[in-house]
């Protein structure tokens, strides 16, 4: 399940970073096997993660294919700093709700990273559907950090996994940020 999970979620993230829509078509078998090894590994929020990342997959499909034959899509930009309050009170309301989820209503063992996680998976997400330059920065931060909780919980597939991401958050943000600059829309 974890060697599905692997493959099939490295190339959707690599496709996305690619700003090629098939990205968000090949993420639902990573999903899936993803829900399922986090379910057996007791990482809720992580899987609860899962089921954000298959609506938003939805979301990713429609904003950057069906509203983009619309010419509505969405020009690839940066938060001005002003925006940059909203999402961190989202992530803090985020982090407090599922932190006490996870610590009162699971057998967690650890809620304070996986949380974090879950938080700031759920903005990056947000981010990455809206087209918006900074979600690679938060994907750089979630990654370091799942490699860490990975490891602790002998995920060990996933721990390098996540280093593979790790990667291609970084040439996500490259490219995105290439793009940016030249004032590109982003989806294809």
């Not at 057998?107 to 559907?129: E, G, K, R, Y």
């Not at 060990?156 to 291609?168: C, I």
Request: net charge positive.
């Amino acid at each position: 399940m974890q060697a599905i999970g692997a493959a099939t979620g490295i190339w959707s993230i690599y496709l996305i970073s690619k700003a090629k829509i098939w990205g968000w078509w090949l993420s639902f078998p990573s999903i899936l096997a993803s829900l399922i090894i986090f379910y057996q590994s007791a990482l809720y929020g992580e899987m609860l993660l899962q089921v954000v990342f298959a609506i938003s997959g939805i979301q990713g499909i429609y904003n950057w294919q069906v509203l983009g034959k619309q010419k509505q899509v969405q020009k690839l930009h940066q938060l001005a700093l002003r925006m940059y309050v909203p999402y961190l009170l989202l992530f803090g309301v985020l982090y407090v709700g599922i932190y006490y989820l996870l610590s009162q209503h699971t057998n967690s063992s650890t809620p304070h990273l996986d949380a974090i996680i879950t938080a700031l998976s759920l903005v990056a997400q947000l981010m990455l559907t809206r087209q918006i330059f900074d979600n690679w920065t938060l994907w750089i931060i979630v990654d370091v950090l799942s490699v860490a909780l990975y490891w602790y919980k002998d995920i060990t597939l996933y721990a390098w996994l996540y280093g593979v991401y790790l990667y291609l958050a970084g040439q996500g943000w490259y490219i995105w940020n290439r793009n940016l600059k030249a004032g590109k829309v982003i989806a294809q």
